[in-house]
């Protein structure tokens, strides 16, 4: 079975600097999905990005990207000039090629100091 | 407009009691999921369907039935409550072969069971 690992619990960033969430996953699988999430205190799951295994190119949404290094099995999540808004937990999620479930890691609670 | 939707948003009820949750979605998606978020936000799959026909169907008690009327409702069905099933549960659309199958998720129900 595919499994999501975040190994931050809890990580914390000044106003405007940037971090970098961690996420690696293990699969045997070649081609797959690769999301991460956003939840915050309102408790809403809002996708932030998505990354399709078969694109070398990084996915990037405005202040997000992400370094995707396939070979590592890991997918990580940086946010340049944090914003107090980005305070939330945020979790990564694998999703398989073929059948219907996503595997979602235990998540990252962000702080953003003022 | 709502994407996906779920009724009630909070529910506070006593043990052994049966209650239900509904879930709407107006996204024309063909897959629906409950998710069930416990205190410590770990995120657990708990059913899937897919065109109304149930596909995933993790290790969870009986008592949870899940009931799909149609492709845009999955209602989740508890019987006897207990204890531990307070937590958040969601619920989740996405599109069988569509954008990575990026799954769109309710606001969430909080339930608390006493």
């Known amino acids: 079975a595919q499994t999501v690992t975040q190994s931050q619990p809890e990580m914390s960033v000044q106003e405007a600097e940037t971090v970098t969430l961690s996420c690696t996953y293990d699969?045997?699988?070649?081609?797959?999905?690769l999301f991460w999430y956003k939840q915050p205190p309102s408790r809403q799951m809002i996708l932030v990005i998505r990354?399709?295994?078969?694109?070398?190119q990084n996915a990037t949404e405005n202040r997000f990207s992400v370094n995707f290094q396939k070979a590592a099995k890991s997918f990580s999540l940086k946010i340049s000039d944090s914003q107090l808004g980005d305070a939330a937990m945020y979790f990564c999620?694998?999703?398989?090629?073929?059948?219907?479930?996503?595997?979602f890691g235990t998540g990252t609670s962000l702080t953003v100091i003022p | 407009d709502t994407a996906v939707s779920q009724t009630p948003k909070y529910l506070v009820t006593q043990m052994g009691n049966d209650k239900s949750i509904k879930c709407e979605q107006n996204?024309?998606?063909?897959?629906m999921y409950w998710y069930k978020q416990d205190s410590k936000k770990f995120l657990k799959i708990m059913f899937s369907?897919?065109?109304?026909?149930?596909?995933i169907n993790e290790t969870v008690p009986n008592r949870f039935s899940p009931k799909s009327p149609d492709k845009a409702h999955l209602n989740l069905h508890i019987n006897s409550l207990e204890l531990g099933d307070s937590a958040v549960y969601f619920c989740?659309?996405?599109?069988?072969?569509?954008?990575?199958?990026?799954?769109?998720f309710g606001p969430g129900t909080r339930l608390l069971v006493l």
């Open positions: 699969t045997s699988e070649s081609d797959y999905y």
């Open positions: 990354q399709e295994a078969y694109k070398q």
């Open positions: 369907y897919n065109n109304k026909e149930l596909i």
């Open positions: 996204l024309g998606h063909d897959t």
């Open positions: 999620a694998y999703r398989t090629n073929t059948g219907n479930q996503f595997y």
């Open positions: 989740a659309s996405s599109q069988y072969g569509q954008g990575g199958e990026t799954q769109y």
